[in-house]
C-alpha cells in the first residue's frame, strides 16, 4: 500500500543512493533546499503532507533514477535488481561558466533546466561536469571532452583544477600552489603561459575529479 511514511522514506532511500542528503537532492531538482526538511512533511496541525508528483519527478530526473527504481524503494522491496546508480549531473559549457548568473557563491551551477549528463560513477552532491571547448587543453584534454569538477573539495599540488576569475574567465590548469594572496597554475598547453593569479581576482577554484577520454 502507498503510504506517507514509505513516500516519504523512498526520497530519504533515493538521496542516499545516489549520495545526497535531502536538501541536497531538493537543491539538485531545482527545488527549495528545506522542500524536503522532515519539519515539513506534517502541516502545522500534524496532519499528513505529501510531496506534490511535480516533485517526484523532478528528483527521479535530477538523479537519472528510473520510475521502476524509486517505485522500488516505495515499497520498500530489495533494490538489489536494479541496475547500480548512476549519477546525473548537471552540464555546462565553458561559455556558459564563464558567463555571469550561472554560478551561487559556491561555484555551483544555480537555478535550474541544465543538461544533464550522467557518470559512469557517484559523484558529490555538489559535483557538476563542464564541456571543454577548443583546443586550449591540449594535449590532455580535447575538444568536446567532459570534466567533472567538485567545488569545495579539498585541493594540493599537483591537482587539475578549473579556476574562475573575477572577469568571467574560466580555466583548467594544474594547480603549483596557492596562497592567501595568489594562485599559481601551470598550463596543460605548452602554448599557453602559466598563471599567477591573485586571489582577490579568483572567484572559485574547483578540483576535477574525473574526465572523459
Known amino acids: 500500500m502507498l503510504s506517507h511514511d514509505r513516500v516519504w522514506a523512498a526520497i530519504d532511500a533515493l538521496a542516499e543512493r545516489y549520495s545526497l542528503s535531502a536538501s541536497g537532492l531538493a537543491r539538485r531538482a531545482g527545488l527549495d533546499s528545506t522542500a524536503f526538511n522532515k519539519s515539513k512533511r506534517l502541516s502545522s ?74 557518470l559512469p560513477a557517484r559523484a558529490a552532491e555538489t559535483s557538476y561536469a563542464l564541456k571543454v571547448q577548443g583546443d586550449s587543453m591540449l594535449p590532455l584534454y580535447r575538444n568536446g571532452d567532459v570534466l567533472i569538477v567538485e567545488p569545495g573539495a579539498p585541493t594540493r599540488k599537483g591537482d587539475r583544477v578549473v579556476v574562475k576569475t573575477t572577469a568571467g574567465e574560466v580555466m583548467a590548469k594544474v594547480l603549483d600552489r596557492q596562497t592567501a594572496k595568489s594562485v599559481v597554475l601551470v598550463s596543460l598547453n605548452p602554448a599557453h603561459p602559466d598563471r599567477d593569479i591573485p586571489m582577490s581576482e579568483v572567484e572559485w577554484v574547483a578540483r576535477i575529479v574525473w574526465a572523459s577520454q
Not at 74 to 84: D, Q, T
Not at 86 to 105: S, Y
Open 45 to 118: 496541525d500534524g496532519r499528513p503532507r505529501w510531496p506534490s508528483t511535480e516533485s517526484l519527478a523532478k528528483i527521479i530526473e535530477a538523479t537519472g533514477a528510473s520510475l521502476e527504481e524509486f517505485t522500488v524503494l516505495v515499497e520498500g522491496r530489495s533494490a538489489s535488481a536494479v541496475p547500480p546508480p548512476r549519477m546525473a549531473v548537471p552540464l555546462l559549457g565553458f561559455a556558459q561558466a564563464g558567463a555571469g548568473g550561472f554560478f551561487d557563491d559556491a561555484g555551483y551551477p544555480s537555478g535550474q533546466g541544465w543538461d544533464l549528463v550522467e
